[in-house]
């Protein structure tokens, strides 16, 4: 019973050390850093380049596998920052020359300094060009609209900012060139349609195109047409209708046939007269009318020029059918 008691408990010590063997491993620097680096792989994977590099700088501090800084290389490389994926790649060409890395490391830090160098050439004609843009402004506060807009030109040339190109249609507007500024509003819009100056150039272009629409006609005429036309009618249904009642008369004289009508009487040629002026005049007032409301429309609708109209007699005359095309 006494050995059983002790081979228990040497198993039980055993385990115990063996345990606390696990646990120690498991704390040491290596270990540690398997962890930062399975956590920076799976930032990497889920394109999480910052927090990747945070995680592989952590596996480095730790244990400093040249490996480690050609992955924190290319995280910063995916992650867009050029300066601190080249400063990665140096540092393991140095502690590796002859790594397994080591070529594409060079590779990728030829490609990286070409476009730092690109980046930075683009930079410096940004700010040239911002530069002759200030200039463009002076000169056209000054009120030298020809030297702003050669300023204009010389930053087109260095940049390629949409907001350059309204510049130089406010350049061409101020100077009277309107044609000029109008091509340059229609290139800006055409080049940034959500620009932050679409409503003003819209309102530019407004104004350029609006004096070359004819000018509204004075509505006068077309008062005094219709004036005209609705006197003539008026005058034309007063005769219209004399010469009605007096066919009527004369038509109850026939039916009676007491006194019997003589062909000379004069009521005959005076109702043929008064429905002869009736007519006539009854169609003047017509086309009075017709002529005022054209004349009316086409000022009404200036901005909207009529193409054809067509007036056309309807009734004998007695009424008139207008019209036409907007």
Known sequence: MGRDRQAVLGVAVLTLLVTLAGVASAQTPRALAKVHFDQGEAYFKAGTYDKAAEEYQAAYDLVPEPGLLFNIGLAFENFGDATRATAAYLRYLEVAPDGVK???????????????????????????????????????????????????????????????VFDLAIAHRRAGEDTAARAELVRYLEAAPRGPHRGEAIRELDAIDRPTREPRPSLVPAWISLGVGATLGAVGLVFQRRASLLHDELAAE??????????????????????????????????????????????????????RVSVTPVGGGAAVLVGGEW
């Open 102 to 164: 080591a070529l594409e490391a060079r590779a990728r830090l030829e490609a990286l300094n070409r476009w730092l160098d690109e980046a930075a050439e683009a930079e410096q004609r940004e700010a040239e060009a911002r530069a002759r843009r200030d200039d463009a402004a002076r000169l056209a506060v000054s009120g030298d609209h020809a030297g702003a807009i050669a300023a204009l030109r010389d930053a087109e040339a260095l940049s390629t900012d949409p907001e350059i």
């Open 254 to 307: 026939l039916a009676d046939g007491t006194p019997p009508l003589d062909a000379r009487d004069p009521r005959i040629d005076r109702g043929a007269r008064d429905r002869t002026i009736g007519q006539v005049t009854l169609l003047a007032g017509a086309v009075g009318l017709a002529v005022g409301a054209v004349l009316a429309a086409r000022s009404l609708l200036a901005d909207r020029p009529i193409r």
